[in-house]
């Protein structure tokens, strides 16, 4: 009774300890780590830096005309009308059913047939706004009709118009809310600005890139820019945090 | 038993055969009444007997039907009606209050008198001050709603009416989501405000209001106009069976 358990319990360790054995992992892990060039990383940095710089700016141009997209996208879909509604819907369907690198080609490779010839760069920011857009459309709205039905009917009762209602009352309430899953969405669409590197965009990954292939060191190139992407990330959680106090967000509080 | 609008039609607000469905639901049946200028009148009746919903067709929270709704002199639905303009001569007072969470008591009641009403700001802040001090909030002007008891955010809301300086006040239950002990404090500014001489309708169960201001008690059941009369012969001589029963309920507590 006693044995077959004591072989049982030793199955694990006793596989365990034959991976560690294994000499194929062994000798392909020990390079990349004997090797591991931080000369070249450091004789890099310019480019990284350049590639950052670029990644930020064309983060943040790409974010404000998600914005402006969803803004619109978000009125539309919240029209009673099927006029607006229905484009509005059939276009938020349609981003978020296909592959970012697919919008990204489709514009970079269509948008010549069609005429309009622009550079990489603009193109990039285009997709990106055009892509991210969809989903802070979905964020706005989300936000908007959390608000309670109470605080509209309150603001038609005291004779404020939909504008109106919408300014004072709806949109500042809807802010708030909106904050965090739309910091979310900005760390996601950075993230995303690293498939621009795919038309040949000269940011943060592209930088990368480079470096892995010139000097063959593919872990130097991508966990250099790993860590870039997670400063990026802890610079946008510092920024929201920032803005958070400015507007004096608290947890949604409602007199409902 | 009926009450029949005024001959001439000199109601300040006059129901005259309004119906109303909610998908096959008839919530209004076939209302006819009339509320005369400095009138208040009480709505009182089961749950689901359609009060709200009667009140909140009065300034367009609800559409009507079928029938005529002409409050102040303007026919509800009709194109000349401009009824954003219209809702800024009557309040309206919801069950759960529905303050501006993101506002101070202050900027509550000045919101819409300072953009609706296009009162210069110090004005509309003075007179702010002076509606909440007339409420007992004198010292809550700067305070958010969340950080009121039920009863001052009701006294709130009430003062949010009265900023827009309105000719008719609605009231929507508006003690019914509040603690026993808050509900006479609200009560108690209902009543000055019913002194002044406005033109009200209050949907409530509270039967010392009624008696104390009311000039008459309408009840509803099953979305018609069952019986409507003064406070005392309501309370004292109900004519049908389904107001005696509503009453011996509402009355054992």
Not at chain 1, 181 to 210: F, N
Not at chain 2, 21 to 29: C, E, K, S, T
Request: glycine content about 8%.
């Amino acid at each position: 009774m006693a044995v077959p358990a004591t072989h049982c319990c030793s199955l694990l360790p006793y596989s365990l300890f034959t991976i560690r054995q294994s000499p194929s992992l062994f000798i392909t892990a020990r390079p990349m780590l004997e090797n591991f060039s931080f000369r070249t990383i450091v004789e890099y940095l310019p480019l990284f830096g350049q590639g950052l710089v670029t990644t930020v700016w064309l983060s943040a141009l790409s974010f404000a005309g998600a914005l402006a997209v969803g803004i619109v996208l978000a009125a539309m879909n919240l029209q009673r009308g099927r006029l607006f509604r229905v484009p509005a819907k059939a276009y938020i369907d349609a981003v978020r059913a296909t592959p970012l690198l697919a919008q990204l080609y489709f514009l970079y490779f269509g948008l010549p047939r069609l005429g309009f010839v622009l550079p990489e760069l603009v193109v990039g920011i285009l997709a990106l706004s055009l892509n991210s857009g969809a989903y802070v459309a979905e964020i706005i709205r989300a936000g908007i009709l959390s608000i309670p039905r109470g605080q509209v009917e309150a603001g038609v009762a005291s004779g404020m118009t939909y504008v109106q209602r919408m300014r004072f009352v709806i949109l500042p309430q809807a802010f708030k809310v909106t904050i965090p899953p739309l910091l979310g969405q900005a760390i996601v669409l950075v993230k995303d600005s690293a498939l621009l590197s795919l038309i040949s965009v000269s940011e943060l990954t592209r930088a990368g890139q480079l470096l892995a292939s010139d000097r063959f060191m593919p872990a130097e190139g991508f966990i250099t820019i790993a860590a870039f992407y997670l400063l990026l990330y802890y610079g946008l959680k510092g920024l929201a945090a920032l803005s958070g106090r400015w507007f004096g967000l608290q947890p949604a509080r409602s007199s409902t | 038993m009926t009450s029949s609008p005024s001959k001439n039609g000199t109601g300040m607000i006059e129901f005259r055969g309004v119906n109303k469905w909610f998908g096959a639901l008839n919530v209004l049946r076939d209302i006819t009444l009339s509320v005369e200028p400095r009138e208040v009148v009480v709505v009182c009746g089961p749950s689901g007997s359609g009060k709200s919903t009667l009140i909140r067709c009065i300034n367009g929270l609800e559409t009507i039907k079928d029938g005529d709704l002409v409050v102040d002199g303007q026919r509800l639905g009709d194109p000349a009606t401009n009824m954003t303009r219209l809702r800024t001569e009557i309040g309206f007072v919801f069950q759960s209050f529905n303050l501006y969470p993101h506002k101070t008591a202050l900027e509550n009641v000045t919101l819409a008198p300072i953009h609706v009403r296009k009162i210069p700001r110090t004005e509309a802040e003075q007179a702010g001050r002076e509606l909440l001090a007339k409420v007992g909030l004198a010292d809550k002007v700067d305070a958010y709603p969340a950080q009121l008891s039920g009863g001052q955010q009701q006294r709130v809301a009430i003062a949010r009416c009265l900023g827009m300086r309105p000719k008719i006040m609605l009231f929507d239950e508006p003690t019914s989501a509040l603690d026993p002990e808050m509900i006479s404090e609200v009560l108690d500014v209902m009543v000055a405000v019913a002194e002044e001489g406005m033109t009200m309708m209050v949907v409530t169960h509270e039967m010392g209001f009624a008696r104390k201001v009311a000039q008459r008690v309408v009840f509803m059941d099953a979305g018609a106009i069952v019986e409507s009369g003064t406070p005392d012969e309501f309370f004292s001589d109900p004519k049908t069976d389904r107001s005696r029963a509503f009453l011996s309920r509402i009355l054992r507590h």
